[in-house]
């Protein structure tokens, strides 16, 4: 879909969508003449004069618009005069072969929700955000619509969690993974990959926790733009955020422990490593210092003139290399 782009604009009246192609401009207008439902406009990434026409028909006020063209690190919920403004990022598992290989694993967006007295307008960030799916079901259950707008800002909040739910999931499966490696011997498994997991997490938890606050403000107000209704679906998604953040929370601790294993691995084996060099250079120390002496140019060495000492040294030299490495390897060295 390209940037800019008017997704779906349609007037409910009790709980029913109208017929029709809307413009935002008519469907208010329809709404405010009937003096009954709502208009809910749906835009993706829209460009300046869609935001100009957004401006004029649901009049937004400036501070409410600019929180629709920035991009936001957080989630959050902005309160203006009959205007609630809730900002919630989206997340999307990118599917990979190993999150050993992968180079993205968590795809961020967001969907910035107004909610008016007669009006939801939703503006979408990222691909993986689209709604039809759930404008299509809340068409299908007309008591929902009924009670307003906030509904939507309702299904979006929990559609949105749900995603995080999913995508949640799909890490443990990948913690698995990992998890399986660093404990496998031989495995190729490195800190790199759980730096990578673990910045995934750090992303996903950035989008989780700070929404908690957002919502516990909608439920703890008693706006007239959020029946008390759509307060108790809420608080069924706050209750799924937080087993979602108690999630998020322990696959951080679990990756931490598993880089500690892989560190401890890697010192290990570098110790491993260090102590067979060290050996075999104890082993090579031995006959090359015989050599070195044997290489001087003096007269008087022992054995330089006799006829069995060139194959004694040699002998010599290979048994105690002999020895030595056989006293090595049975201290495990080699």
Request: negative net charge.
């Amino acid at each position: 879909m390209p940037p800019g782009e008017l997704v779906d604009c349609a007037v409910y009246v009790d709980g029913t969508r109208l017929d029709g192609d809307w413009t935002p401009s008519e469907a208010m207008a329809e709404v405010r003449e009937r003096g009954s439902g709502f208009v809910w406009c749906g835009l993706f990434e829209p460009d300046d004069e869609r935001l100009a026409e957004a401006v004029e028909v649901f009049g937004l006020p400036g501070k409410a618009l600019s929180h629709a063209v920035r991009v936001h690190h957080r989630p959050k919920l902005a309160t203006f005069d009959g205007l609630l403004c809730m900002v919630l990022k989206t997340v999307h598992y990118v599917e990979h072969e190993s999150p050993t290989t992968a180079n993205e694993i968590v795809d961020t967006g967001e969907i910035i929700t107004f909610v008016g007295k007669d009006f939801v307008l939703t503006v979408r960030h990222a691909e993986h955000s689209g709604l039809r799916g759930l404008r299509a079901e809340l068409e299908a259950t007309p008591e929902r619509l009924r009670l307003g707008p906030a509904v939507v800002l309702h299904g979006i909040a929990d559609r949105i969690v749900d995603s995080y739910l999913d995508v949640s999931d799909a890490l443990q499966h990948d913690i698995d993974t990992i998890e399986a490696g660093v404990f496998e011997p031989g495995s190729g498994i490195g800190a790199e990959a759980m730096y990578l997991l673990k910045r995934e997490i750090v992303e996903l938890n950035r989008a989780v926790v700070p929404l908690a606050v957002p919502l516990r403000r909608i439920l703890a107000s008693r706006s007239p733009l959020v029946p008390s209704e759509v307060r108790s679906y809420l608080r069924d998604v706050e209750d799924h955020l937080t087993t979602v953040s108690d999630r998020v929370a322990n696959y951080d601790e679990m990756l931490t422990t598993l880089l500690d294993a892989t560190i401890a691995k890697l010192s290990l084996r570098q110790n491993t490593d260090m102590r067979k060099i060290t050996a075999w250079a104890a082993v090579i120390a031995l006959p090359t210092m015989v050599a070195g002496v044997y290489g001087m140019n003096f007269a008087n060495l022992p054995g330089l003139h006799w006829r069995f000492g060139y194959p004694l040294v040699i002998a010599v030299m290979i048994g105690t290399c002999v020895l030595l490495y056989l006293l090595l390897r049975r201290r495990g060295w080699l």
